[in-house]
């Protein structure tokens, strides 16, 4: 195992570790930003407000997103299963 080999394997993983969690991310910040504006046009300062829709949100991305995530996780540990004997060497 060189160098080079252990950055990039490490690469690929925290990359499909940002392309699993990207699409909750990306529903909690754009439920967040509608809760603001909502918010802000109504001017009710409620901290907590911004918590139940989110979590709605991001549970319902999770629901709807999860056959794809599945995919590429299991895509990702079959290519490091079956390559495993390379990396030993």
Known sequence: MTPEFVTGFFTEAIKTGI????PMLAVGLITGILVSMFQAATQINEMTLVF?????????????FFPWMLKIIVGFTQNLIQNLPLYIR
């Open 19 to 22: 392309l699993l969690a990207a």
């Open 52 to 64: 139940v829709p989110k979590m709605l949100g991001v549970a319902t991305a999770l629901v709807f």
